[in-house]
């Protein structure tokens, strides 16, 4: 027998194998994982794999959806709130039902609420593979939101259902209206809870300069929101992605830059082990599955024909709903397109406004501001409308994984017909992983589904950083922004600024980089702080009103991080 610890050792080494040659193949890393973990689980001298499902649903899951959702830009959230909002939740009540009453059919002597237990337990489609395949496709950055969020939701949506399920399965019945009722509750306290956590939590890094101490706290942050949820009775999954979602957006205004470059790097390391060893794990705990069937009721054949089954059922139910949800969204985005040129009155009247006092100033800068963002949201709903092929892109990317199968197994030991309905939860998850994930790639291409090319999103990111230097400039183009304690500053030090944000100096000028002495190093400094601050301003701004991608934000955010923390370690060492 091989000691555990060798075996973890074993596959963190085998999970960096594997996403090496994923990336030079293009083959996803988890679809490799989970057949490699499956064939090494039945070797003879591998020891059985079973890792308690509470590791997984309160263990790993927070750190994963936290993971995910504090990446998720918030305007990208907001805008597709409507198809995110039916796919987690309309879906996964559909899904629930169809399946639940596909069960009954083919057991009659199976428990109606625990067949409808496993329909919420196939429910919610998987965060991880559905998006990695989708990003690494270079699908359209609308779908990939779409099928982010929706996974990050639905398992908030799957598990209120599931636990209902289960207990009326225990107590043999049911309050339709009490489970309406507790659902409402549920969700409103974890995302109450969520925006507290998020809120406070951020505060709290703000105003501490340790990276160690700071990067503690992030790591704590899912479980700040889980942990109190789920006390509450109240969806810790969900607490969770709010609580995400809310560091996210406040982190890009109140964290240091070396504090994000630093939560970049850690969070990606640690997704990256947590997310491919769920699949490695799923893998090697097949062959467990399989002896705890042989000794229960039912058989394998007959787990799988009924795991194929659920699968036709899912992605049927999934195709209806989208093909039917389409025409409804499309309806909608057409109705707000429509309103464009009252936006545009609207402008007028406010730009030939002049307010009397500050007051009515602000208010103006605050209309201004709400009026831009509007305006941006249908520029973006008129260059990303909804299409029958992005569509099909979603009704195919309906893949289970590491929710699916943790749920099933946290199924109470005497739960009605348990061995068989965890193997069943397990086939719909690699049928779904291996068998969409694998041909994914084929129906988008066969549908000629693409998002923006590369050079475009290049040309993006250079007219946004061009925006953002030229707001920084402003500091040294205004006589009041650019004196320093009351008096000009040295020309070589304005020249040199002008020089390190990308434009040419004034060639009569001819200054060159800051004299060695204490009084003009005071003034670049305070200067290039002031001009990093605008920059920083400007970016906040289009990231607020969502006048360039997320993707193009995303990318201006970390180059202008990556250079103010590598000038911060430079001036801490002067």
Not at 114 to 121: D, E, K, R, T
Not at 360 to 366: G, I, L, M
Not at 375 to 385: E, I, K, T, W
């Amino acid at each position: 027998m091989i000691d555990a610890s060798l075996l973890v050792v074993a596959g963190l080494v085998l999970i960096v194998m594997v996403a090496a040659f994923s990336r030079r193949t293009g083959v996803a890393s988890p679809l490799i994982l989970l057949v490699v973990g499956a064939a090494v689980g039945f070797l003879p001298f591998v020891p059985p794999v079973a890792v308690p499902h509470e590791w997984i649903l309160d263990g790993v899951l927070p750190v994963l959806l936290y993971a995910t959702a504090v990446n998720l830009p918030t305007t990208d959230f907001r805008r597709n709130i409507a198809p995110i909002t039916g796919l987690s939740v309309v879906l996964v009540v559909l899904s629930t039902a169809a399946t639940g009453g596909l069960l009954a059919l083919l057991f009659p002597e199976l428990d109606l609420f625990a067949a409808f237990a496993l329909g919420a337990i196939v429910s919610p489609t998987d965060a991880v593979a559905a998006t990695a395949i989708a990003r690494r496709l270079g699908l359209p950055e609308r779908t990939v939101t779409v099928l982010e969020g929706e996974s990050l939701v639905n398992d908030a949506s799957a598990l209120v259902l599931l636990r209902a399920c289960t207990a009326a399965a225990t107590a043999g019945t049911v309050d339709l209206l009490g489970i309406g009722g507790s659902f409402v509750v549920s969700v409103l306290l974890a995302i109450a809870i969520g925006l507290v956590a998020g809120w406070i939590t951020a505060q709290v890094r703000a105003r501490l300069s340790d990276p160690v101490l700071t990067t503690t706290i992030s790591f704590v942050v899912p479980f700040v929101a889980f942990v109190p949820a789920e006390r509450l009775g109240a969806s810790g999954v969900l607490a969770t992605v709010v609580a995400g979602l809310v560091t996210g957006a406040r982190g890009a205004r109140i964290f240091d830059a070396s504090q994000r470059v630093s939560d970049h790097t850690n969070w990606r390391t640690v997704q990256f082990v947590l997310e491919h060893a769920v699949f490695l794990v799923m893998g090697l705990e097949l062959k467990p599955l399989v002896t705890d069937l042989a000794h229960g009721a039912g058989t394998i054949t007959q787990a799988v024909g009924v795991g194929l089954l659920v699968v036709l059922g899912l992605l049927v139910v999934r195709a209806a709903y989208v093909a039917a949800e389409l025409p409804l969204l499309r309806r909608w985005e057409r109705r707000a397109l429509h309103r464009a040129d009252a936006l545009d009155q609207r402008a007028e009247r406010l730009e030939a406004y002049d307010p009397e006092d500050d007051r009515k100033a602000e208010r103006k800068d605050r209309a201004e501001r709400n009026l831009a963002q509007r305006r941006a949201d249908l520029a973006f709903l008129q260059a990303n409308g909804l299409s029958w092929r992005g569509a099909a892109v979603v009704s195919w990317s309906g893949m289970r994984g590491v929710v699916t199968l943790a749920a099933a197994q946290s199924l109470p030991d005497d739960f009605p017909g348990r061995p068989l309905l965890v193997l069943v939860a397990f086939t719909v998850a690699v049928v779904t992983l291996l068998g969409f994930g694998s041909t994914l790639p084929f129906v988008i291409r066969v549908l000629h589904v693409r998002g923006t090319d590369r050079q475009a999103r290049r040309d993006e990111v250079r007219e946004l950083l061009d925006q953002i230097n030229r707001s920084s400039l402003r500091v040294l183009d205004d006589r009041e922004l650019r004196r320093v304690n009351g008096a000009e500053p040295d020309p070589h030090v304005v020249d040199s600024l002008r020089k390190r944000y990308g434009y040419r100096a004034d060639e009569d000028d001819g200054a060159d980089e800051p004299r060695d002495d204490d009084a003009v190093r005071d003034q670049f400094l305070v200067l290039r702080r002031r001009m990093r601050q605008a920059a920083r301003d400007e970016l906040l701004d289009a990231r607020s009103v969502g006048t360039f991608s997320s993707r193009a934000i995303r990318t201006a955010q970390e180059i202008l991080d990556l250079s103010d923390a590598r000038e911060d370690r430079i001036a801490d060492q002067l």
